[in-house]
């Protein structure tokens, strides 16, 4: 029997630029943890249209990777701890 492994491409990228095309300033992107480097071009639209950019510092991730690519795309991404990430959205009206 052969089994096909169907690989998706990332959907990180996609999404975030339709959030940012959708919804411009008021737009929020959070990139996690993970390997390689999607997000980071969404998280630059994001920021690009005026929204806010959040990062999980890669230095307590486990896979560096996605936080990495994102916080070298966008200068200006606020990077936080998961708590601080949760903290931050909290506090948005």
Known sequence: ?????????????????????????????????????????????????GGLALVEDPAGTPYPGMPEAALAAVNDALRLSLKGIAAHLAALD
């Open 1 to 49: 029997m052969r089994i096909e492994v169907m690989r998706e491409p990332p959907a990180g990228d996609p999404l975030l630029q339709s959030l940012a095309e959708t919804y411009g300033d008021e737009a929020v992107g959070v990139v996690f943890s993970g390997t390689g480097g999607d997000g980071a071009v969404g998280l630059r639209s994001i920021n690009e249209h």
